[in-house]
Each structure stands twice: as structure tokens, then as C-alpha cells.
């Protein structure tokens, strides 16, 4: 008779950290039938280019990060929304001297369209993301994918490509139109986890303290629920059990990460929901998320790391204020916290301008005088209006500021 | 009504749309099944809930994936018609239900049942996805899925005072942002060149994608032809 299991040996067991071998992975590994339909001259297989830092994904397997050398495939919410969240990622870039392309021969990936109405099929579908890994591969630059729904929908596009003979063959069949090849990245790779590969060389140079700051982590959905073995764990960050990328980040700069019980929830965003239907999206995002990160761990502000996730948290509370719940969380990435903490202009790089949740008290904690360099983004402003400036560039952006001098 | 030797149809859903016969239900059935993703996401259910209580449409909504994936797995055609018509649009596709301890994909067979739905041209499905017909617009013209000019105050109501004070500075915000990629533009969320735009034309029309958005909405597909095709010819 097997032996029954107590809650004490459960409980147990999950004390200790988790550490998994990638030998009893239960799926099979990804890359080797990338390797194999190489080997068949069946696909071009981009390499990850040098330098790399290698990290341990959901099962044991290793996954390469690029640090430079990389294409930004960016993130329809994000610039259209957020551009806060690009600029600071290209900021860090910038700051570190890192080689990178920022590509205009890139389309959205339409995922958000795709679970949002279904107006499309696998075919579409792959042959977009296919388009541009082939526009990628044409620079010499790797895809760095800015947006969680774009990192997780090309994860499960590879998989059915690589799975599906006739849909590679689709997908090959409409590429020739375009003279470009089928070309699948060596690995899929999504921002926060350049950021995650990044952290301790962020921390050298941080101008701003941050150990006053309590934060919650919601992890996006699309980053770590759709192929779920490809997101980085680290027996060191909630013992494995959770990923690993933006906490372990806040923790190298010296911010205090609390739990909440709903971590697992995702943000409400919904797709359809936050544009058509968003009744659904703000009770979730305030009932399931931000009210009970307040009850459980009043942080002073959420990070997270993708599009979707940044706006409905933050735009969704503005209407609770109304029902008297407790709101009034600042909503920011990982990327944008990164940038502040070393120094990036508050609105002409982190954009705080377009978050609407007040971030006020929250800069005001970190010591960081916002009125003084908003003030100073409103000379831009005016210089714009008056016709005597055409915008704001990298000149005017790239330099990092003592913030709370 | 009690249940009879008559009218007992043991392990299968009553027939609550006899407008819509068997035969078509059955056919729409095999479409779902014949996707090439279908056995990637459905690998029988069992039934333990675990998707339930990870689904955040299952606290708001009556519906559940666990629902879905039996229905679906036990091959019960009246139910998946039922669920076609009913529940599909709840979905948040977040795929936390890919929790489930057997490997399936709820919100992976959600998104089939959509597809077909569209492709079909249901009326619940057309009724659900009533004025977002501009997003797809934009995503197939522009290559992307939203931009500033979006944010109006008419349609984002509930976001507060935020969005007027946005759509009052956005012209100036835009140029106020250093990427060259994006600064300036208010339609678009990024600059895409107009040989990709040509491009991603090409793919919609080639992939059946067109076909789809005239099953849809005839009038949005008839707006995107003429641009395409125009834009296509002029190469
Ligand atoms: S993908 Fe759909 S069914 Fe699955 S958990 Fe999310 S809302 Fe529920
Ligand atoms: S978690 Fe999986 S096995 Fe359990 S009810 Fe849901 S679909 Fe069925």
C-alpha cells in the first residue's frame, strides 16, 4: 500500500528549495527538433550572438540571453501607450554602450488581435512572426521581443511550426512571396530577462537608493503560463517556485519585494475586455490584484513586465476611487524602475506623465524633487509648442542625473 | 419537463438551439477537431477544476474551462455549440488554466472555438466583437494593434481626468519621447515601412485571412481591400 502523504511532509517539501534536472524534464527539449530540422535545411536557425549569459528555465534547461547585438521588436501598448517602458529599455541599452537596432521593418505581432477576436487563423498568424524573424535576421541583429503576449504567442507559434509539417510548409509557401527565408531565432527572448541578465551591472551603477521602497511582483501571464518551460527560475527567488526575472531585479537594487496572496491572478487586461468589455477588466484588476496588495503588503508601487499588464493595472483604478476601494498604486516595469534608479529622467525618459495612477508619493519617498524636472519637461514642452525645438533626442535623454542630490 | 425514456439523451447536453440543426452543429464540431492544434491542446480532462480556479473569467462569469475541455473531449456536439454561442467571449486568454495536471490548453481550445465561430460567421461572435471592428483595422492596415490617437475621452471614460489631460498635450507628448521610432506619431504606435506594410498585406491575403474578416464584418472587409489592393498594385 503506497504511504499516505501528511500536510507536514508536503509542507516540508516545499520549505526547500525546488532544483530540477533537466533530464526528468517532462516535455521533450525544444531545441533539439530546432537542431534537427536545421540539420534537414528545413529552417535557417539564428544563433544567439556572443556575448550570451545562460540562465535555468522551469525544467533545468539552459536558455541563452544576448546582452547586445539585439533587435527591438517592440511592443504595440508599449509605444503607443507606454513609451516610457521602450525609452527606458533602449536607455539601459544606451547606457552600457550595448549595440542594438531599433528596426521600423517590424510589425506588430498581432497576438493582442488574435486573442482579442480570433480574426485570424495559425497560418496568419505564423507567417507574421515569421516575417519578422526573417526582417531580423536580414540586419544580423537577434530578436529582443519588448511584449509578454508577443514573447509567449511566437513561443507557441514555434512550437506548432516545429511540430507541424504543413504549417511550415504554408508559412513557406507565402515567405517566397516576400524572397525571404523561414528563419526561427535559437532562442525566444523577452526583455525582462536581458534586464533580469543585466541587474547586477544596473545595481554598479545605481544613483538612487531605493531601500526605503516596499514593491509588489505581478508576473504577466503570457511571459511565464504559455510554454511554461521557457521562462528562468532560480532556486534562490521564491525557492524556484515562481520566476525568477523582475524580483530578483528589485531585490539587486535594494528594494523590499512583498507577497500578496494573489500573485498567480493575472491583471484583467483580457484582450477584448480592456477595449470593449472593460467592466470584467477593472473589477479584476482592482478586486483580485491591486486591493489586495494593499491589504496584504501596501507596497508603494507594482512592477511587472509587460504592456497589457502596466495599463490595466494602472488605468483601472481611477474608476474604483468612485466605490471607495483602496487603490492608489504607481504601476511600473522593471525596465522603467531600472532606469530611474540609475538616473533617467524622469518624464523625457521614464514617461511617468503617462501613467495615470498618482506616482507622486512615490518619487517623493525615493527623494526624487519631481516637480523640479517636470518643470524642466515642460521648458521642452513649451520649446516644442514654439516651434524652436523638434523633439526630444537621446542628446537631450542619454545623460544619467543625481536625482536626489 | 421529466425525464422520460423519450426524450433521455444520456451523457449529452439538451438541444437548446433547434434552430441550428444536428448536422451542421456536427459539422462545425469536425472543424474544431481538425484544426491542426487540437491535439496539442486537448488531451482528455479529468475533471478536477484545477483550470476553474485559476481562470479569472470563472470569478466573473458563469463559465468555466473545465466545461469547455469536457465538453470538447467527450465530443458532445450540442454542448460545443452551446459554449460557441455562450461562453467563448468571457475568455481573458491568460492561460493560467495551463495549470491543468493533464496537460491541456482550455484557453488554447477557446481560441479554436473562436476561430471557428468567426469563420462561420455566428452571429454571437459578430455581436461580441461589435466595436472593435476599428482595432482590426488598424493592426491589419497599420501593423499596429494601438496607437495614441486611440486614447480619446469618449471611449475611455472610466480612466478619468488622465485622458482628457492626454488627448489635450498628446500631439506635443509624442515629440517629447527619444526614440526615433516613435516620436512625432499619433496614429501609429511605432513607424513601420511601407514595403513591410506591403508585406503583412500580402500575408493577409495569402494566409485566408481576408476570408475571415469578410465572414465578420463585410463592410470592414470591403474598407481594407480597397486599401491593400490599391497599395499592392502601386508596389
Ligand atoms: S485562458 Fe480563458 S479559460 Fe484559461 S484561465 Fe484564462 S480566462 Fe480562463
Ligand atoms: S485542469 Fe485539466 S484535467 Fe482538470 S478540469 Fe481543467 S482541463 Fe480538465
Redesign the interface.
Known sequence: MTELTTVEQILEKKSHPVTRDAEAAPTQDMHELLYELEAKGEIILQKVPEPYVEFTTKYGRKKKIPIEHTWHH????????I?GY??SI??LHRQFGLDYH???????C?G?????????????QA??MA?NFA?AYETGYFPLIHCGTSF?HYK?IR??LV??K??RD?VR??LD??GKPLVIPEEIVHYSEWVYAMRQKFAERQLVDMSSITATVHPA??YY??I?EDAIYDPEIYGGQRTAVVTAVLQELGINVADYSTW???C??????V??Q?D?T???AVL?KIEVMKNEANPDVTITHDTGCVTTLD?SQ??AKAHERKVGIPVLSDAQIAALAMGAHP???V?F??H?TDWRPFLEKLGINWQKYWDE?QT??DA??AGTK?????Q??DQPIKLTA | MPTTLENWNPGKAENRHPDVTYEEKERLFLEIKNDIRYHDFLYGCYECGICVSACPSARFYDFSPRVIAQAVAREDVERVYDILTEDIWNCAQCFSCVRCPRQNNPGGLVTILREVSIKNGLQESKDALQGYSRVIYKVMLKGNQVSPDMLQPDFFPDWGPWVQNFSQNMHVWRKAIPMDSIRGLTDVAWRVERKTLLELYTIWFESGNMDIIKELDESLYDLLVDVMKEELEEG
Request: glycine letters at 8%; aromatic letters at 14%; charged letters at 20%.
Open positions: 517592440k511592443s504595440c501598448g508599449h509605444c503607443g501607450h513609451p521602450a525609452s533602449l536607455w531599433d528596426p521600423t521593418d517590424q510589425t506588430s498581432t493582442w488581435n488574435y486573442y482579442a477576436s480570433a480574426a485570424s487563423n495559425a497560418v496568419g507567417s507574421v516575417r526582417a509567449g507557441e512550437e506548432q511540430h507541424h504543413e504549417l504554408e509557401r507565402i512571396k516576400m501571464c503570457h503560463k504559455i511554461a498567480f491572478d493575472c484583467g487586461f483580457g484582450f477584448r475586455h477595449l470593449v472593460r470584467f477593472r473589477s479584476f483580485r488605468k481611477f474608476a518624464f523625457r525618459v514617461q506623465h503617462w495615470s519637461f521642452d514642452l516644442i509648442r523638434s523633439g526630444i533626442t537621446w537631450d535623454a
